[in-house]
């Protein structure tokens, strides 16, 4: 059963439901994909030196290379596709080859299709290397070189798991392998020039990229900057305080929340003859202005916890237009609710860590989640 951990036992439940299904994949393939092209890049860095050992010979690092990079590639594809099919997100089949074309975030989704667009490249011409000559196939397969940071900073802009600290970890280990790589290849450059302007670049890239990240998605505010549509944000027109939607009243906007954190309290309450249980977490974003969140979830007891078999969510601050709806989905540490308010029906997805009586976590009110 797949649940999240409360007092060391789980809220389970019997299946996972929900259209979330496509996002998860998109989010996983894509972290994945960069990882396997940081191998990709590192054996091809570490190939142009020729070296080898006994215990590891050439043929070895060439057929992992390959391997890896078309990995990498059948990944790419399947982060693609599952982007495109969801439906949170405006992104078209031509956004996939064509930077630029989608109202999403335009520059860092763009970034992700000039990375795919270099893929694609790469793998065309090493399907045909038999007809092209060697200059022209290596002139294109050093492209993969400029794909791996496209990726990089595609990931960085674009993924809504941008701000997690294991997320981040990863990033910073792919970015460490290859530097590592690209250090120990320049330390071998005959060119003192080459090497002095290598690993003058090899210690700006990485800094610039730490600047970018503290100063984009860590701010807070970060979604609507990197270029996401009001409506996907959940963005509504101000309503005036005595309800009559007239423009004199002291107006206040609709929930507008995408991964912003939260802390509260969980309390468990056993109904008659210990036969249902209630589990209520309470807690309130740690951003101004803060919105209220109240989870409600139902069940039979299960150790600490329950076997969920229904609950509520409610989102809004004192006084503002509420958002409140069914759970639809729990699944790990992930929470999923079918939420209307005053834009429609929205999908409430939270990320959970309890600890006792404690919760920390993160959440996101979206689109598309009818």
Same mark, same amino acid.
């Given at each position: 059963?797949?649940?999240?951990a409360?007092?060391?036992?789980?809220? $389970?439940?019997?299946?996972?439901?929900?259209?979330?299904?496509?996002?998860?994949?998109?989010? #996983?393939?894509?972290?994945?994909?960069?990882?396997?092209?940081?191998?990709?890049?590192?054996?091809?860095?570490?190939?142009?030196?020729? #070296?080898?050992?006994?215990?590891?010979?050439?043929?070895?690092?060439?057929?992992?290379?390959?391997?890896?990079?078309?990995?990498?590639?059948?990944?790419?594809g399947?982060?693609?596709?599952?982007?495109?099919?969801?439906?949170? #997100?405006p992104?078209g089949?031509?956004?996939?080859?064509?930077?630029?074309?989608?109202?999403?975030?335009?520059?860092?989704?763009?970034?992700?299709?000039?990375?795919?667009?270099?893929?694609?490249a790469?793998?065309?011409?090493s399907?045909?290397?038999?007809?092209?000559?060697?200059? =022209?196939?290596?002139?294109?397969?050093?492209?993969?070189?400029?794909c791996?940071? !496209? $990726?990089?900073?595609?990931?960085?802009?674009?993924?809504?798991?941008?701000?997690?600290?294991?997320?981040?970890?990863?990033?910073?280990?792919?970015?460490?392998?290859?530097?590592?790589?690209?250090?120990?290849?320049?330390?071998?450059?005959?060119?003192?020039?080459?090497?002095?302007?290598?690993?003058t670049?090899? =210690?700006?890239?990485p800094?610039?990229t =730490?600047?970018?990240?503290?100063?984009?998605?860590?701010?807070?505010?970060?979604?609507?900057?990197?270029?996401?549509?009001? =409506?996907?944000?959940?963005?509504?027109?101000?309503?005036?305080?005595?309800?009559?939607?007239?423009s004199?009243?002291?107006?206040?906007?609709a929930?507008?929340?995408?991964?912003?954190?939260?802390?509260?309290?969980?309390?468990?309450?056993?109904?008659?003859?210990?036969?249902?249980?209630?589990?209520?977490?309470?807690?309130r974003?740690?951003? !101004?202005?803060?919105?209220?969140? !109240?989870?409600?979830?139902?069940? $039979?007891?299960?150790?600490?916890?329950?076997s969920?078999?229904?609950?509520?969510?409610?989102?809004?601050?004192?006084?503002?237009?509420?958002?409140?709806?069914?759970?639809v989905?729990?699944?790990?540490?992930?929470?999923?609710?079918?939420?209307?308010?005053?834009?429609?029906?929205?999908?409430?997805?939270?990320?959970?860590?309890?600890?006792?009586?404690?919760?920390?976590?993160?959440?996101?009110?979206?689109?598309?989640?009818?």
């Open positions: 059963m797949s649940g999240i409360h007092a060391g036992q789980p809220l $389970a439940v019997p299946a996972v439901v929900g259209p979330s299904m496509l996002w998860y994949i998109t989010r #996983a393939t894509g972290i994945v994909a960069l990882v396997l092209l940081t191998g990709t890049v590192m054996l091809g860095v570490i190939g142009t030196a020729r #070296a080898a050992s006994q215990r590891w010979p050439r043929i070895v690092t060439a057929s992992l290379h390959q391997n890896l990079g078309l990995t990498a590639a059948a990944l790419v399947v982060h693609v596709v599952t982007t495109v099919l969801d439906p949170f #997100a992104i089949l031509v956004s996939a080859f064509i930077p630029f074309s989608s109202p999403y975030r335009p520059l860092w989704l763009s970034l992700g299709t000039v990375a795919f667009d270099l893929l694609l790469v793998l065309v011409t399907l045909l290397r038999d007809r092209l000559s060697h200059r =022209a196939w290596q002139a294109v397969h050093l492209l993969v070189y400029a791996w940071p !496209a $990726a990089l900073w595609h990931g960085l802009g674009t993924g809504t798991d941008s701000r997690l600290p294991w997320v981040l970890a990863i990033d910073l280990a792919c970015m460490a392998a290859v530097a590592w790589a690209a250090w120990w290849r320049l330390s071998l450059a005959a060119s003192p020039a080459v090497r002095g302007t290598g690993l670049a090899l =210690a700006v890239l800094v610039l =730490a600047a970018f990240v503290i100063e984009g998605p860590l701010r807070p505010g970060w979604a609507l900057r990197a270029g996401t549509p009001p =409506a996907l944000l959940g963005r509504a027109p101000a309503t005036a305080a005595d309800g009559s939607g007239t004199g009243g002291a107006g206040r906007a929930v507008r929340l995408v991964n912003a954190r939260f802390t509260g309290t969980v309390t468990v309450t056993a109904g008659p003859g210990e036969h249902r249980r209630t589990v209520t977490i309470t807690g974003t740690v951003v !101004a202005p803060a919105e209220r969140i !109240a989870i409600v979830l139902h069940g $039979a007891p299960s150790g600490g916890g329950v969920l078999t229904d609950g509520t969510v409610r989102i809004g601050g004192a006084g503002a237009p509420a958002w409140s709806g069914p759970v989905a729990l699944a790990g540490a992930d929470l999923v609710a079918s939420v209307s308010g005053p834009g429609g029906r929205r999908q409430a997805r939270f990320t959970l860590a309890i600890s006792g009586r404690s919760v920390t976590g993160t959440v996101s009110l979206l689109t598309g989640g009818e």
